[in-house]
């Protein structure tokens, strides 16, 4: 199944184990123009997640993608921190996300340009560090794709054609999945190295059969207690439909907001595994089907050769 690109580190991608696919350390939504690492203490935000990240790793999980992307946050250093703490195989990220957090250089530099950069943070490191990005974070507006989030999709997919990471691409609307799957069709990307995130935020779900029935992997990442009975019958209609080999599940937790007293209000990791994994074994899931999609399929998702 290849090897996955860890902050730390390539391991064979079996080790990567139980794994919550999409979650963040930390988020600053001041914009792209104001975000700088001067804005917050790391020692801080070490000092608050850590326990967070503890839990899980007692409960079993030993992969964790955190999906924060530059110019929002992202803190490669911190990360590789907390792994070695932890003891958890954690991914960051190279590409984009949309405005208003995009540089001045996204609408100036060509499609090859971008692509050329973020070969390098997967393949040299980031920022000056030795730390590598294992998986290209996106994202798209909703409807229509607009010029230059198109842009950062081909540049996505010319990257992902060329180092073998997975895009995970925030999406959350159907009509702009479509148009997302038509621009990576374009650009002859294997629909098994993208990730549309936030399928669960699009109610309509022929729109999650029409991405699982194109190759392209549908991740349910809103997941908390007000979105379980969704959550199940979401993925009960995937796994019917045949597409089990296709889902992803997160909660898009955490975090530590920028700006705010210790980060703000924290929401912890452990939900999906306390409480969301035996509602699945209630609502007849059976374990080997819970570990195909808490397991194999992250494992075969994230695994970039």
């Not at 590409?95 to 996204?106: D, F, T």
Request: with cysteine; net charge negative; charged share 25%.
């Amino acid at each position: 199944m290849g090897e996955i690109r860890t902050v730390l580190g390539d391991i064979p991608s079996q080790a990567f184990g139980l794994a919550l696919v999409h979650e963040h350390i930390s988020v600053d939504f001041i914009g792209a123009d104001k975000c700088s690492k001067d804005r917050y203490d790391p020692k801080e935000v070490f000092d608050v997640m850590l326990p967070y990240l503890n839990e899980i790793r007692e409960l079993g999980t030993s992969g964790f993608v955190e999906c924060t992307p530059a110019f929002m946050g992202r803190d490669p250093e911190l990360l590789a921190h907390l792994s070695r703490a932890t003891e958890i195989h954690i991914l960051t990220n190279t590409g984009l996300y949309k405005e208003p957090y995009l540089p001045k250089y996204a609408f100036d530099y060509s499609a090859d340009l971008l692509t050329d950069q973020w070969i390098r943070e997967i393949e040299k490191g980031i920022d000056g560090t030795a730390v590598k990005a294992g998986f290209i974070k996106i994202a798209v507006n909703p409807d229509r794709i607009v010029p230059v989030q198109e842009k950062i999709v081909r540049a996505a997919a010319r990257c992902s054609k060329s180092t073998g990471a997975v895009i995970a691409c925030h999406t959350a609307s159907g009509v702009a999945a479509m148009h997302l799957l038509e621009v990576t069709s374009e650009e002859r990307l294997d629909p098994d190295r993208l990730i549309v995130v936030h399928c669960d935020a699009e109610p309509d779900t022929s729109f999650h059969i029409k991405i699982a029935s194109q190759g392209a992997w549908v991740e349910y990442d809103g997941l908390k207690a007000e979105t379980a009975e969704r959550t199940v019958k979401f993925l009960k209609l995937m796994v019917e439909k045949g597409f089990g080999d296709q889902i992803l599940l997160s909660q898009d937790a955490g975090w530590y907001r920028v700006g705010e007293p210790r980060g703000g209000s924290i929401r912890g990791y452990s939900y999906l595994i306390r409480h969301f994994v035996p509602l699945l074994l209630k609502s007849g899931f059976d374990q080997s089907l819970i570990s195909k999609i808490l397991v194999t399929n992250p494992a075969r998702a994230f695994a970039t050769s």
